[in-house]
């Protein structure tokens, strides 16, 4: 289950990007808080430490009791922090969106699947193991949300899948999707002629120009 971490943080009373530069250059992260009722409230929080928090974060799920500077003494606010935007090149945080949240009402939030174990297919069949859901919806109480959900796909051969319904039982979630669908799907092996002989299907035939045969007993045309 995803663990709740305090975060200290401080109100913005200024707004606009003169402000949201001189956040910046002060080392610190301008963020946002909504959700719960309340109006939306500008926020800023220290680099080193939402960089730290996002890098020992197992998954994208990360619960913060905020610490908020003006607030009375010991009162924080439970928030997901539901968006981090990055610098495109260096990845650098340079926003971050918390999403207030009760203790006692469910939440929908977006969990990371991943894979463990390898595929007996794949060990000892050479076939491939296709994901074709990377993360799913689950609905659940703020104490039960998980980090990452975890499947177990050792036991699958050639032609053996997994879906939504095969997921692992998580106290108190909900998986908010068909219970159908596709999850992980060990494929059969490729031969090694498969790829070349798709390709020559896929290609058009070459076309040959040759120059017209003069016809029997005609003498061919002279150049000039």
Do not use: W
């Not at 003169?18 to 926020?43: C, F, W």
């Not at 960089?51 to 974060?57: I, P, Q, V, Y």
């Amino acid at each position: 289950m995803s663990n709740q971490v305090s975060l200290k943080v401080a109100r913005r009373t200024a707004t606009g990007r003169n402000a949201v530069k001189k956040v910046r250059v002060a080392k610190s992260v301008p963020a946002i808080l909504y959700g719960g009722g309340a109006e939306p409230a500008p926020l800023q929080v220290e680099r080193r430490a939402i960089d730290t928090l996002l890098a020992h974060a197992v998954g994208e799920n990360i619960l913060v009791n905020l610490v908020i500077d003006d607030a009375a003494k010991g009162a924080t606010r439970l928030a997901l922090i539901n968006e981090v935007q990055r610098h495109p090149v260096h990845q650098a945080v340079l926003h971050v969106d918390f999403q207030a949240v009760s203790v006692d009402e469910k939440l929908v939030a977006e969990v990371v699947i991943e894979p463990v174990g390898e595929p007996v297919g794949v060990k000892n069949f050479g076939g491939l193991l296709e994901q074709s859901l990377r993360s799913i919806e689950v609905e659940c109480l703020p104490k039960d949300l998980p980090e990452i959900v975890r499947v177990d796909v050792s036991g699958l051969n050639v032609g053996d899948s997994l879906h939504v319904k095969d997921l692992p039982a998580l106290q108190g979630v909900d998986y908010v999707a068909d219970a159908d669908v596709t999850v992980f799907l060990v494929s059969e092996p490729k031969t090694a002629d498969e790829a070349p002989a798709a390709a020559a299907e896929g290609a058009a035939e070459p076309e040959v120009i040759r120059e017209k045969k003069a016809e029997e007993g005609e003498a061919p045309a002279k150049k000039d």
